[in-house]
C-alpha cells in the first residue's frame, strides 16, 4: 500500500475510533443536562456512524426517552415497540412506557394490552407489582370492577394495603355492600401503629361512613360508641377535624355524663386548638372543667385551657388557670410546665421583673431536677434580651454546672454547647475578646454542629475588629506553634483551631494535612470513590441495572437499584460509589441516607468540612429532584438548598413518608397547611396524597418558605423556626429577644423539638452552601 495511502486510511480508522466514545459521552452528558433535544441529536450522529451497535446497546430506547420529553409521542412509540418486539434486557420497560403513553391519550384498552404484555412475560421483574396495580386500576376506571377484584386477588397482589382498598371499593361499586363493609373494617383495624392510623385507614373509615348513611360532617346515627370512637381517632390523628367533631358530638348526644363524653368533648377542644382556633376551644375546655370535674380530661383540659387563654392574650386568666392546677394537682408530673409557662406570659407582657421572681421560685421548688436548669436558662435569657451581660453571665455560669440540662428533650431545656455560645455571647459584648475566644474555641464545630458553626462565624468576624484581632491574633500563633508538638491529641485541637480562625490559606492547608494524616477509626469504611465522572461500564450483578444507569437513565434504574441496596456489601466495590450516585440521581435518596449514614457514625463530629471528600459528603447530603427544586426555588426567591436542608430532616427524602403528625411527603405538610398553600396557587382539585410526589411537595414547600420570608426578611433561622414550629410561636420568641439576631432568639425557641430542629436544618444548610451553588452545581473543594 503506497505509503500516502496508508496514512490517510489510519488517520480515518484513528479518528472513528476517538469519535465513537466521544459521542457515548456527548450523550450521556446531553441526558444528565437534561437536554433531550442535544441527546436526539447525538443518538442520530451514533444511529449514523454505526446502526447495529445503536440497536445492540438499545439506544433507541434512551431515544424515545428523550422524544417523551420533547412531546414526540409518534416517535416514542415507535421506538419503544422496537425494542418491545426484540430479546432486549429494556423490553419490560418498553411496555411500562408504551402503557404510559396510552393512558396519557386516554387508551385505557391499548394501555390494558401493554400491561397484560408486561406482567405475563416479565411476572419478576420490579416493575410487574406496580403494572399489576395499574391494570387493577385500569379496569376500575373502565367499570370493569370484576375483572379488577380478579387481577388484585392474585398472589401477592391482595396483602397490599392500598390494593385491598381497591378491591374493596370494585365490590361496593358492584353493589356487594357487606362484602365491601368486612374489607373497609378490616383495613381500618389492622394498621400497623393504631395510634397513627395511615392513609388507608382514612379512606376506609370515610367509606364506612358514607355505607352507613353518613354525610360530610355528619355522622351516621346508628354506630357503637366504639366505632364512633375508632372513627372519630382515626379522622382527628390525619386532622380532619369536622368529621372528628361529627363522631364526638354523637358520643356525647348519646350519654352526656357517660365516661366517654368527657374525652369526647376535650378532643373536640383539642381539634380547634390544633386548627388555632383557640376561642371556640376555649369553649370546650371550661365545658369539660365545668361538667366533668373529677375526671382525668378536666386534668387535662385545664392546662389547654390556660395554654389558649394565653394566646388569645387574656393573662390573667391564663396564669390563674395554671395556678389552679398548681393548686389542684400539685403531684402531676407536668407540674413544672405550669410553674414555667407563667413565667412565659409575665415575658409576653413584658413584666421582666415578676418574670425573674417566678424563675426564682421555680428554682426553689424544683431544687435538684430539670425545672431547675430550665428556670435559670429563661433567667439568662431574660437579662440577654436586656442586654444586662454581666447578669446574663452570672446566671450561664451555675448553669453549666447543672448536670440536667433538659437538652432537647424538654421544653424550654438547654445543652452544654447552647450555654457556652451564649457565654462567648456575653463575654463579647463585655468586650473581654480573650475570655470570649477560648470560649467560643471550646465549642466543637463539624458538621452537625449549629453553635459551633455560630462559634466559628463569631471568632472570624473578629478578624476585622480592631478591639478583638489582637487577642485572635494571640490564640492563632499559639494554635499555629502547637502544630509540631509531640502529643496527636493536642497537635489536633490545634489545627482545628488553624483551621476555624486562620484566613492564610498556606497555614490552612498545613493544618488540614495535620487532621487528614491523623490515623482514621478502624470501623470507618465508605465505598472507594472514582474518579469524577460516573464509570460507563458500570456492574453491579443485574444486566438491567447497569444497561439503565451506562444511559443516565436513573429514574428507571433506582427503580431496580432498590433491591441491590439493601443488600449494598453484595455489589461490586468498585461500582458501589456509582450505584449511591445512580439512586441520588433518580430520586431515591432516601434509599442512600439509610446506607450511608450508618457508615458515617464512626467519622468524629468535629472533623472540619475542609478535610472531608465532597464527593462522600455528597451522599451525606443528596441534592434529588435537583431540576425541580433550582426551577421552583428561582420562581419563589427561595434558596433551593435550604429545600433541600429542610426535605433532608423532614422525611430524610422518602416521598411517600408520612409523620405522626399526619404530615405527609417529602416536605411534611400537615392539611392545615398544605390546603392553604394549595389555595395560594389556584390547586382547586388538590388532594391531601397529592403530596406524595415529590414536584407537588417541592411547589408547595418553596411557596410556603417563601411566605414565612415575608413575614421573617432575612432571618432564615426563624423561617425554619416557623416552619416547624409556626409562625404564631416564632413570632413570640422572637418578639422576647427584642432583637433580629438569630443568636439571641434560637435559645429563645421554647419547643424543644423545633429548637433541636432548627439547629439540625441550619448545620445541613451550611453543609449544603458548602458543596453546591444556587443551581446546586458542586463547588469542588479537594480536601
Same mark, same amino acid.
Not at 532 to 540: G, L, Y
Given at each position: 500500500?503506497?505509503?500516502?495511502?496508508?496514512?490517510?486510511?489510519?488517520?480515518?480508522?484513528?479518528?472513528?475510533?476517538?469519535?465513537?466514545?466521544?459521542?457515548?459521552?456527548?450523550?450521556?452528558?446531553?441526558?444528565?443536562?437534561?437536554?433531550?433535544?442535544?441527546?436526539?441529536?447525538?443518538?442520530?450522529?451514533?444511529?449514523?456512524?454505526?446502526?447495529?451497535?445503536?440497536?445492540?446497546?438499545?439506544?433507541?430506547?434512551?431515544?424515545?426517552?428523550?422524544?417523551?420529553?420533547?412531546?414526540?409521542?409518534?416517535?416514542?412509540?415507535?421506538?419503544?415497540?422496537?425494542?418491545?418486539?426484540?430479546?432486549?434486557?429494556?423490553?419490560?420497560?418498553?411496555?411500562?412506557?408504551?402503557?404510559?403513553?396510552?393512558?396519557?391519550?386516554?387508551?385505557?384498552?391499548?394501555?390494558?394490552?401493554?400491561?397484560?404484555?408486561?406482567?405475563?412475560?416479565?411476572?419478576?421483574?420490579?416493575?410487574?407489582?406496580?403494572?399489576?396495580?395499574?391494570?387493577?386500576?385500569?379496569?376500575?376506571?373502565?367499570?370493569?370492577?370484576?375483572?379488577?377484584?380478579?387481577?388484585?386477588?392474585?398472589?401477592?397482589?391482595?396483602?397490599?394495603?392500598?390494593?385491598?382498598? %381497591?378491591?374493596?371499593?370494585? $365490590?361496593?361499586?358492584? /353493589?356487594?355492600?357487606?362484602?365491601?363493609?368486612?374489607?373497609?373494617?378490616?383495613?381500618?383495624?389492622?394498621?400497623?401503629?393504631?395510634?397513627?392510623?395511615?392513609?388507608?385507614?382514612?379512606?376506609?373509615?370515610?367509606?364506612?361512613?358514607?355505607?352507613?348513611?353518613?354525610?360530610?360532617?355528619?355522622?351516621?346515627?346508628?354506630?357503637?360508641?366504639?366505632?364512633?370512637?375508632?372513627?372519630?381517632?382515626?379522622?382527628?390523628?390525619?386532622?380532619?377535624?369536622?368529621?372528628?367533631?361529627?363522631?364526638?358530638?354523637?358520643?356525647?348526644?348519646?350519654?352526656?355524663?357517660?365516661?366517654?363524653?368527657?374525652?369526647?368533648?376535650?378532643?373536640?377542644?383539642?381539634?380547634?386548638?390544633?386548627?388555632?382556633?383557640?376561642?371556640?376551644?376555649?369553649?370546650?375546655?371550661?365545658?369539660?372543667?365545668?361538667?366533668?370535674?373529677?375526671?382525668?380530661?378536666?386534668?387535662?383540659?385545664?392546662?389547654?385551657?390556660?395554654?389558649?387563654?394565653?394566646?388569645?392574650?387574656?393573662?390573667?386568666?391564663?396564669?390563674?388557670?395554671?395556678?389552679?392546677?398548681?393548686?389542684?394537682?400539685?403531684?402531676?408530673?407536668?407540674?413544672?410546665?405550669?410553674?414555667?409557662?407563667?413565667?412565659?406570659?409575665?415575658?409576653?407582657? /413584658?413584666?421582666?421583673?415578676?418574670?425573674?421572681?417566678?424563675?426564682?421560685?421555680?428554682?426553689?421548688?424544683?431544687?435538684?431536677?430539670?425545672?431547675?436548669?430550665?428556670?435559670?436558662?429563661?433567667?439568662?435569657?431574660? $437579662?440577654?434580651?436586656?442586654?444586662?451581660?454581666?447578669?446574663?453571665?452570672?446566671?450561664?455560669?451555675?448553669?453549666?454546672?447543672?448536670?440536667?440540662?433538659?437538652?432537647?428533650?424538654?421544653?424550654? /431545656?438547654?445543652?452544654?454547647?447552647?450555654?457556652?455560645?451564649?457565654?462567648?455571647?456575653?463575654?463579647?459584648?463585655?468586650?473581654?475578646?480573650?475570655?470570649?475566644?477560648?470560649?467560643?474555641?471550646?465549642?466543637?464545630? /463539624?458538621?452537625?454542629?449549629?453553635?459551633?458553626?455560630?462559634?466559628?462565624? $463569631?471568632?472570624?468576624?473578629?478578624?476585622?475588629?480592631?478591639?478583638?484581632?489582637?487577642?485572635?491574633?494571640?490564640?492563632?500563633?499559639?494554635?499555629?506553634?502547637?502544630?509540631?508538638?509531640?502529643?496527636?491529641?493536642?497537635?489536633?485541637?490545634?489545627?482545628?483551631?488553624?483551621?476555624?480562625?486562620?484566613?492564610?490559606?498556606?497555614?490552612?492547608?498545613?493544618?488540614?494535612?495535620?487532621?487528614?494524616?491523623?490515623?482514621?477509626?478502624?470501623?470507618?469504611?465508605?465505598?472507594?470513590?472514582?474518579?469524577?465522572?460516573?464509570?460507563?461500564?458500570?456492574?453491579?450483578?443485574?444486566?438491567?441495572?447497569?444497561?439503565?444507569?451506562?444511559?443516565?437513565?436513573?429514574?428507571?434504574?433506582?427503580?431496580?437499584?432498590?433491591?441491590?441496596?439493601?443488600?449494598?456489601?453484595?455489589?461490586?466495590?468498585?461500582?458501589?460509589?456509582?450505584?449511591?450516585?445512580?439512586?441520588?440521581?433518580?430520586?431515591?435518596?432516601?434509599?442512600?441516607?439509610?446506607?450511608?449514614?450508618?457508615?458515617?457514625?464512626?467519622?468524629?463530629?468535629?472533623?472540619?468540612?475542609?478535610?472531608?471528600?465532597?464527593?462522600?459528603?455528597?451522599?451525606?447530603?443528596?441534592?434529588?429532584?435537583?431540576?425541580?427544586?433550582?426551577?421552583?426555588?428561582?420562581?419563589?426567591?427561595?434558596?433551593?438548598?435550604?429545600?433541600?436542608?429542610?426535605?433532608?430532616?423532614?422525611?430524610?427524602?422518602?416521598?411517600?413518608?408520612?409523620?405522626?403528625?399526619?404530615?405527609?411527603?417529602?416536605?411534611?405538610?400537615?392539611?392545615?397547611?398544605?390546603?392553604?398553600?394549595?389555595?395560594?396557587?389556584?390547586?382547586?382539585?388538590?388532594?391531601?396524597?397529592?403530596?406524595?410526589?415529590?414536584?407537588?411537595?417541592?411547589?408547595?414547600?418553596?411557596?410556603?418558605?417563601?411566605?414565612?420570608?415575608?413575614?421573617?426578611?432575612?432571618?432564615?433561622?426563624?423561617?425554619?423556626?416557623?416552619?416547624?414550629?409556626?409562625?404564631?410561636?416564632?413570632?413570640?420568641?422572637?418578639?422576647?429577644?427584642?432583637?433580629?439576631?438569630?443568636?439571641?432568639?434560637?435559645?429563645?425557641? %421554647?419547643?424543644?423539638?423545633?429548637?433541636?430542629?432548627?439547629?439540625?436544618?441550619?448545620?445541613?444548610?451550611?453543609?449544603?452552601?458548602?458543596?453546591?451553588?444556587?443551581?446546586?452545581?458542586?463547588?469542588?473543594?479537594?480536601?
Amino acid at each position: 500500500m503506497p505509503r500516502v495511502l496508508f496514512l490517510i486510511v489510519f488517520s480515518f480508522q484513528f479518528a472513528f475510533s476517538q469519535a465513537v466514545p466521544n459521542l457515548a459521552s456527548n450523550i450521556r452528558t446531553a441526558v444528565e443536562a437534561d437536554d433531550p433535544v442535544a441527546a436526539l441529536n447525538e443518538l442520530e450522529r451514533s444511529k449514523a456512524a454505526n446502526p447495529a451497535e445503536f440497536i445492540a446497546k438499545d439506544q433507541d430506547y434512551l431515544a424515545a426517552k428523550m422524544a417523551m420529553h420533547t412531546g414526540d409521542l409518534v416517535f416514542a412509540v415507535s421506538s419503544f415497540q422496537a425494542v418491545a418486539a426484540r430479546n432486549s434486557v429494556l423490553r419490560p420497560y418498553a411496555l411500562k412506557n408504551l402503557a404510559e403513553i396510552a393512558r396519557s391519550t386516554g387508551n385505557l384498552l391499548l394501555e390494558r394490552l401493554f400491561l397484560v404484555e408486561l406482567i405475563e412475560f416479565f411476572p419478576t421483574s420490579s416493575i410487574a407489582p406496580g403494572a399489576e396495580l395499574r391494570l387493577a386500576g385500569n379496569f376500575f376506571e373502565s367499570g370493569n370492577y370484576r375483572q379488577a377484584i380478579r387481577v388484585l386477588s392474585k398472589g401477592s397482589s391482595g396483602e397490599n394495603r392500598e390494593n385491598r382498598l %381497591l378491591a374493596a371499593r370494585s $365490590h361496593l361499586h358492584l /353493589g356487594e355492600v357487606e362484602t365491601a363493609r368486612l374489607m373497609f373494617v378490616d383495613l381500618a383495624d389492622r394498621t400497623s401503629d393504631p395510634q397513627q392510623p395511615d392513609d388507608v385507614a382514612l379512606e376506609a373509615v370515610r367509606h364506612l361512613d358514607a355505607i352507613d348513611g353518613g354525610q360530610p360532617g355528619k355522622a351516621p346515627s346508628q354506630l357503637t360508641e366504639a366505632e364512633h370512637l375508632r372513627r372519630a381517632t382515626t379522622y382527628q390523628f390525619n386532622r380532619e377535624f369536622a368529621d372528628a367533631r361529627s363522631h364526638f358530638d354523637a358520643i356525647i348526644a348519646a350519654d352526656p355524663t357517660g365516661p366517654s363524653a368527657a374525652d369526647a368533648a376535650f378532643q373536640i377542644g383539642r381539634g380547634y386548638a390544633q386548627q388555632t382556633d383557640y376561642v371556640e376551644a376555649l369553649k370546650w375546655f371550661e365545658r369539660v372543667i365545668e361538667r366533668y370535674p373529677q375526671t382525668s380530661a378536666a386534668r387535662d383540659a385545664l392546662l389547654q385551657a390556660a395554654s389558649a387563654y394565653a394566646r388569645v392574650v387574656r393573662p390573667k386568666e391564663a396564669i390563674s388557670r395554671y395556678q389552679q392546677f398548681i393548686d389542684k394537682y400539685p403531684d402531676d408530673q407536668r407540674l413544672d410546665r405550669a410553674y414555667l409557662n407563667i413565667v412565659d406570659i409575665l415575658r409576653d407582657q /413584658g413584666e421582666d421583673t415578676d418574670a425573674i421572681k417566678q424563675c426564682e421560685n421555680v428554682r426553689e421548688v424544683f431544687r435538684g431536677r430539670p425545672p431547675e436548669a430550665v428556670a435559670l436558662f429563661a433567667e439568662a435569657r431574660i $437579662h440577654i434580651a436586656r442586654e444586662e451581660w454581666q447578669n446574663a453571665l452570672d446566671a450561664l455560669e451555675p448553669l453549666s454546672e447543672l448536670k440536667e440540662l433538659g437538652g432537647s428533650m424538654v421544653p424550654g /431545656g438547654t445543652s452544654l454547647a447552647e450555654i457556652r455560645f451564649l457565654k462567648g455571647l456575653a463575654l463579647e459584648n463585655l468586650r473581654r475578646f480573650p475570655e470570649a475566644i477560648d470560649t467560643y474555641l471550646s465549642i466543637p464545630d /463539624g458538621r452537625g454542629e449549629y453553635y459551633g458553626w455560630r462559634a466559628t462565624e $463569631h471568632l472570624r468576624a473578629f478578624r476585622g475588629n480592631t478591639a478583638s484581632s489582637d487577642a485572635l491574633a494571640l490564640a492563632l500563633a499559639r494554635a499555629t506553634a502547637g502544630l509540631h508538638v509531640a502529643d496527636q491529641a493536642e497537635r489536633l485541637k490545634n489545627a482545628r483551631t488553624v483551621l476555624r480562625i486562620s484566613d492564610d490559606p498556606w497555614s490552612s492547608e498545613k493544618a488540614a494535612l495535620a487532621i487528614r494524616s491523623a490515623p482514621q477509626p478502624k470501623n470507618l469504611q465508605f465505598p472507594p470513590v472514582p474518579k469524577r465522572s460516573v464509570p460507563q461500564n458500570i456492574s453491579t450483578g443485574d444486566p438491567l441495572a447497569d444497561r439503565l444507569m451506562s444511559m443516565a437513565l436513573f429514574d428507571e434504574a433506582a427503580l431496580e437499584l432498590e433491591k441491590p441496596a439493601k443488600a449494598f456489601s453484595r455489589i461490586p466495590a468498585n461500582s458501589q460509589f456509582a450505584v449511591l450516585d445512580a439512586l441520588n440521581k433518580g430520586g431515591r435518596s432516601d434509599l442512600v441516607m439509610a446506607i450511608v449514614e450508618p457508615m458515617w457514625r464512626a467519622t468524629p463530629a468535629d472533623i472540619p468540612l475542609e478535610v472531608l471528600s465532597p464527593d462522600l459528603l455528597e451522599m451525606l447530603y443528596p441534592k434529588p429532584f435537583a431540576h425541580e427544586l433550582v426551577s421552583t426555588a428561582a420562581a419563589d426567591g427561595v434558596d433551593p438548598r435550604l429545600l433541600l436542608a429542610i426535605m433532608r430532616q423532614e422525611s430524610r427524602f422518602r416521598p411517600d413518608a408520612k409523620s405522626n403528625a399526619a404530615a405527609r411527603g417529602l416536605m411534611q405538610f400537615i392539611p392545615t397547611t398544605s390546603s392553604h398553600i394549595a389555595g395560594e396557587l389556584g390547586r382547586d382539585n388538590f388532594r391531601q396524597d397529592d403530596l406524595y410526589f415529590p414536584q407537588t411537595a417541592i411547589r408547595f414547600g418553596s411557596r410556603y418558605l417563601a411566605d414565612l420570608f415575608s413575614v421573617f426578611p432575612a432571618q432564615t433561622e426563624a423561617v425554619v423556626a416557623s416552619y416547624n414550629g409556626g409562625e404564631d410561636n416564632m413570632k413570640r420568641w422572637f418578639n422576647r429577644t427584642r432583637s433580629g439576631l438569630a443568636d439571641r432568639y434560637v435559645p429563645e425557641i %421554647l419547643y424543644s423539638q423545633s429548637k433541636d430542629y432548627v439547629q439540625k436544618v441550619m448545620a445541613s444548610y451550611r453543609v449544603y452552601c458548602f458543596l453546591y451553588d444556587e443551581q446546586l452545581k458542586p463547588l469542588r473543594r479537594q480536601p
